[in-house]
């Protein structure tokens, strides 16, 4: 299905526009550094226009991405940081198999149960979780019950790698419960088996660094979704792109767009 086109009616070209977004997601830079940047090329560009770029398009970018991911195996290693929100702490549950692909995140004000039960489940439905050969969950689950999702996962992991965090361990029971993992599914309370997912949380301290935090729990969740995506593709999750090819990333991108590399 073609998408329609995201550059109607705006008023900088839409390479220009991708370019921004891409830079901004990619690199340690705020909008004003950008601003500086398009001036050297001779553009006049807002840090306010660059702004409403990334959060209008970097929910689009991973929208059109999602399908285009590869398979991450069956091993999730889940952890929390912290991010600030108007000068609050908030947390931002992200997880990656054990090969450090990034399998899924959750922006969560709470640190609880519940908190963690959400993102599990949002989890589960990525893309990127659909591990070659493993068993679908319809198969693994007989009965699910009225709290299971109606459209299910195609795969569930075979282990999940936690910290002492209390929450995860009831969670995990109350999923099972529910239908939605099934019991075989392991759960490891071994905090130097995470060291995986709390390195890889370094590229997105970078990234927030300069900018001082958000303002809003949406407009911190709309550049956290480019963030991670942007991530994603530079560690070579795209099929038919890999680590470290700078210039098949951009025309992908492009090409996700139907913009000209």
Known sequence: MSHPNPFKWRHFEAEIILLC???YLRYSLNYRDLEEMMRERGLHVDHTTIYRWVQGYAPELDKRCRPHLKACN???KVDETYLKVRKTWIYLYRAV??????????????RDAE???RFFVK??????CSAPGARPVEEQVEEPTALADPNPTKSAPRVINVDKNAAYPKAIADLKAAGILPERVELRQVKYLNNLVEQDHRFLKRLVKPGMGFFSMETAGRTLQ?????????????????????????TFIADLFGVAA
């Not at 198999?97 to 709470?110: A, I, V, Y």
């Not at 989890?123 to 990127?128: M, R, T």
């Open 123 to 128: 989890a589960l439905h990525s893309p990127a």
């Open 21 to 23: 977004v891409r830079w």
């Open 97 to 110: 198999d054990s090969k450090g692909n990034t399998l899924e995140f959750l922006l969560s004000p709470t």
């Open 115 to 117: 908190a963690a039960k």
């Open 226 to 250: 480019g963030y991670e995506v942007m991530n994603m593709i530079r560690k070579g999750q795209v099929r038919g792109v890999d680590k470290g090819d700078i210039t098949g990333q951009v």
């Open 74 to 76: 069956d091993s999730w």
